[in-house]
T-cell receptor, first 113, second 113 residues
Framework: DAKTTQPPSMDCAEGRAANLPCNHSTISGNEYVYWYRQIHSQGPQYIIHGLKNNETNEMASLIITEDRKSSTLILPHATLRDTAVYYCIVRAYSGAGSYQLTFGKGTKLSVIP | DGGITQSPKYLFRKEGQNVTLSCEQNLNHDAMYWYRQDPGQGLRLIYYSQIVNDFQKGDIAEGYSVSREKKESFPLTVTSAQKNPTAFYLC????????????FGPGTRLLVL
């Protein structure tokens, strides 16, 4: 699976949009971009994933560049409860129903009152 | 309420003792996984199972054992052979029917006395 690069930390004011970048310049054509977050001492929480097109769900939006070498996770109105470590992961669809997720160190997002 | 449960939340192990961590899911997922997380680090795969009565070693299987006798259960035993067991243990599951997205349990923190 392709390697990702994320800034180690970011701050965001409460109520503002949080934009978390991720570089994945070696991504292959069949690899998806996944985002998870982990609040301290809890299990990782799935946020969103995409292949080529931008995606939106109730939690966030995922913007993938046309060349697919980078992406941005957008939390439209950050709250204090969004303070967490955010992980960007790329992986191929295995078709076998199981695969290994490779978590890096992620971005620690701090939402400030 | 559908999801993945892990118990206990905290577990203490004495030197030379085997301990078993529980993981149960009612999501009807075929695949289940065990990861280990050390402070400030990403997750590392210990074992995974694609179907009942079958499982494969991950990157750090030494000192651990698993069983998959039922689809909904995937217990992990930390044996006395695991010399550095203190960590946060995370169980996950996935299904082809849900795009293979892995969903995680709340985790078990294992401490050695």
């Amino acid at each position: 699976d392709a390697k990702t690069t994320q800034p180690p930390s970011m701050d965001c004011a409460e109520g503002r949009a949080a934009n978390l970048p991720c570089n994945h310049s070696t991504i292959s054509g069949n690899e998806y971009v996944y985002w998870y977050r982990q609040i301290h001492s809890q299990g990782p929480q799935y946020i969103i994933h995409g292949l080529k097109n931008n995606e939106t769900n109730e939690m966030a939006s995922l913007i993938i560049t046309e060349d697919r070498k980078s992406s941005t996770l957008i939390l439209p109105h950050a709250t204090l409860r969004d303070t967490a470590v955010y992980y960007c992961i790329v992986r191929a669809y295995s078709g076998a129903g199981s695969y290994q997720l490779t978590f890096g160190k992620g971005t620690k997002l701090s939402v400030i009152p | 309420d559908g999801g993945i449960t892990q118990s206990p939340k905290y577990l203490f192990r004495k030197e030379g003792q085997n301990v078993t961590l529980s993981c149960e899911q009612n999501l009807n997922h075929d695949a289940m996984y065990w990861y280990r997380q050390d402070p400030g680090q990403g997750l590392r795969l210990i074992y995974y199972s694609q179907i009942v009565n079958d499982f494969q070693k991950g990157d750090i299987a030494e000192g651990y054992s698993v069983s998959r006798e039922k689809k909904e259960s995937f217990p992990l035993t930390v044996t006395s052979a695991q010399k550095n067991p203190t960590a946060f243990y995370l169980c996950a599951s996935s299904s082809r029917g849900q795009g293979e997205t892995q969903y995680f349990g709340p985790g078990t923190r294992l401490l050695v006395l």
